[in-house]
């Protein structure tokens, strides 16, 4: 099957069942996107698939041959990675590059988000370390 | 979202589907991504099954109860990937089935949750099995008076579900190979939808209650208060629940909802 990610086409044989987590991380190395609850609760797995966050764990890597995804490695660039720093906006940081994705389509859609929206948007990344008041500030003020 | 038979599993956002795969709740030997099949988006008061909570929160022709029911129903991510077909075929949150006790959803012959943890169960209909529906979706679209169109037939959206009983477990009357195409709904003057969670953000209903205000009256649907979808002729009629010892908080969660949303309404 092919595989788009970060604008990059990959062909890979993946088998019956194989979630895309699994083949972004184990197939093509890109190990950014962290599984974490594995059934589609806590976010780390966030990637985009044209352009909408998605859990990657509970997709069927099949199910995305047609369609673009980007992950944490596509994202390097982007000012919410700085922010993030800047703010101080993780502990552990397993779950922050789910965060940064979640954000990114969020600031995409809604380049100033108020702290509602922010929290309406994030709500489905946890953070288990608690720096929830941080990504706030990070995504805030994530063109500062 | 709907068994095509033979083994054969349908799938649209997979939300639900994929984790019952993986935890053997459900068995496949084949998966059809049924996105390129069932038709997607919206057109006036017919809404494609395909169609994602996501959109349909988004859309401001969509009545408010429906919006809400979709923005509540869960994660961002997960409202960007589940189907509004697929919510309303959504499995139990039952811990027992879902860790797969013999129960009479998984055709034993007992009710583990009526005798155990039934915190989050029904308080109607809950005789045979205590299971709750968890589709916020659901509660809306009785509200708003929906007709379910299937590759078969068209009816009430009510007759898409079923109590389960010692001939047949399911609690949804959908064939083998019978897939929801569109959800039709009728307009209301003004509608809502409340939900009652664990969390502020994000958690199944532990009771949500639609109301739609029409020329003839308020109509009422509820979530997480029985094993299927459960629609109110007003409610008064919350005073047949027959709640466990566990679940009679839900009654008056039920009953302050319900006086919420119908005055939300103008009823």
Same mark, same amino acid.
């Given at each position: 099957?092919?595989?788009?990610?970060?604008?990059?086409?990959?062909?890979?044989?993946?088998?019956?069942?194989?979630?895309?987590?699994?083949?972004?991380? +184990?197939?093509?190395?890109?190990?950014?996107?962290?599984?974490?609850?594995?059934?589609?609760?806590?976010?780390?797995?966030?990637?985009?698939?044209?352009?909408?966050?998605?859990?990657?764990?509970?997709?069927?890597?099949?199910?995305?041959?047609?369609?673009?995804?980007?992950?944490?490695?596509?994202?390097?660039?982007?000012?919410?990675?700085?922010?993030?720093?800047?703010?101080?906006?993780?502990?552990?940081?397993?779950?922050?590059?789910?965060?940064?994705?979640?954000?990114?389509?969020?600031?995409?859609?809604?380049?100033?988000?108020?702290?509602?929206?922010?929290?309406?948007?994030?709500?489905?990344?946890?953070?288990?370390?608690?720096?929830?008041?941080?990504?706030?500030?990070?995504?805030?003020?994530?063109?500062? | 979202?709907?068994?095509?038979?033979?083994?054969?599993?349908?799938?649209?956002?997979?939300?639900?589907?994929?984790?019952?795969?993986?935890?053997?709740?459900?068995?496949?030997?084949?998966?059809?991504?049924?996105?390129?099949?069932?038709?997607?988006?919206? +057109?006036?008061?017919?809404?494609?099954?395909?169609?994602?909570?996501?959109?349909?929160?988004?859309?401001?022709?969509?009545?408010?109860?429906?919006?809400?029911?979709?923005?509540?129903?869960?994660?961002?991510?997960?409202?960007?990937?589940?189907?509004?077909?697929?919510?309303?075929?959504?499995?139990?949150?039952?811990?027992?089935?879902?860790?797969?006790?013999?129960?009479?959803?998984?055709?034993?012959?007992?009710?583990?949750?009526?005798?155990?943890?039934?915190?989050?169960h029904a308080i109607f209909a809950n005789?045979?099995c205590a299971s709750a529906h968890?589709?916020?979706?659901?509660?809306?679209?009785?509200?708003?008076?929906?007709?379910?169109?299937?590759?078969?037939?068209?009816?009430?959206?009510?007759?898409?579900y079923?109590l389960?009983?010692?001939?047949?477990?399911?609690l949804?009357?959908?064939?083998?190979?019978?897939?929801?195409?569109?959800?039709?709904?009728?307009?209301?003057?003004?509608?809502?939808?409340?939900?009652?969670?664990?969390?502020?953000?994000?958690?199944?209903?532990?009771?949500?209650?639609?109301?739609?205000?029409?020329?003839?009256?308020?109509?009422?649907?509820l979530a997480g208060v029985a094993p299927i979808p459960w629609r109110l002729?007003?409610?008064?009629?919350?005073?047949?629940a027959t709640?466990?010892?566990?679940?009679?908080?839900?009654?008056?969660?039920?009953?302050?909802?319900?006086?919420?949303?119908?005055?939300?309404?103008?009823?």
């Open positions: 099957m092919r595989l788009t990610v970060n604008g990059e086409q990959h062909e890979l044989e993946a088998p019956f069942g194989r979630s895309l987590a699994e083949a972004l991380r +184990d197939d093509l190395g890109l190990t950014g996107t962290k599984v974490s609850c594995g059934e589609g609760h806590c976010g780390a797995c966030t990637v985009l698939v044209d352009g909408a966050p998605h859990l990657s764990c509970i997709t069927l890597v099949h199910t995305v041959d047609d369609r673009a995804v980007t992950t944490i490695e596509g994202l390097r660039d982007h000012p919410l990675v700085d922010a993030f720093v800047r703010c101080d906006a993780l502990q552990c940081g397993f779950c922050t590059p789910g965060q940064i994705v979640s954000a990114s389509a969020l600031v995409e859609a809604n380049p100033s988000p108020s702290s509602d929206e922010i929290r309406h948007a994030m709500a489905g990344n946890l953070c288990r370390c608690g720096t929830y008041p941080r990504i706030e500030e990070a995504i805030r003020t994530w063109r500062d | 979202m709907g068994a095509l038979g033979n083994g054969t599993r349908g799938l649209a956002g997979g939300t639900d589907l994929v984790p019952l795969l993986r935890d053997g709740l459900v068995a496949a030997d084949r998966l059809v991504d049924l996105r390129r099949v069932i038709p997607s988006g919206i +057109d006036g008061t017919a809404i494609g099954a395909g169609t994602t909570l996501a959109e349909l929160e988004a859309d401001p022709q969509i009545p408010d109860a429906l919006r809400e029911a979709c923005r509540l129903a869960a994660s961002p991510q997960l409202r960007n990937m589940g189907t509004i077909g697929g919510n309303l075929l959504q499995a139990t949150r039952c811990w027992y089935w879902r860790l797969n006790y013999p129960c009479r959803l998984h055709g034993g012959d007992v009710c583990h949750a009526r005798e155990g943890q039934h915190r989050e005789d045979y968890p589709s916020d979706v659901a509660a809306a679209l009785l509200a708003l008076d929906a007709t379910v169109e299937t590759t078969r037939a068209a009816g009430p959206l009510a007759g898409l079923r389960p009983d010692d001939h047949d477990r399911n949804v009357d959908l064939g083998a190979d019978e897939l929801i195409t569109r959800i039709h709904y009728e307009r209301p003057e003004q509608s809502v939808y409340l939900k009652a969670m664990d969390r502020k953000r994000w958690a199944f209903a532990l009771v949500g209650v639609a109301a739609a205000r029409y020329d003839d009256g308020v109509r009422l649907g002729a007003s409610l008064d009629d919350l005073e047949q709640p466990l010892p566990g679940t009679a908080y839900k009654l008056e969660l039920a009953r302050a909802l319900g006086r919420r949303a119908i005055a939300a309404v103008g009823g």
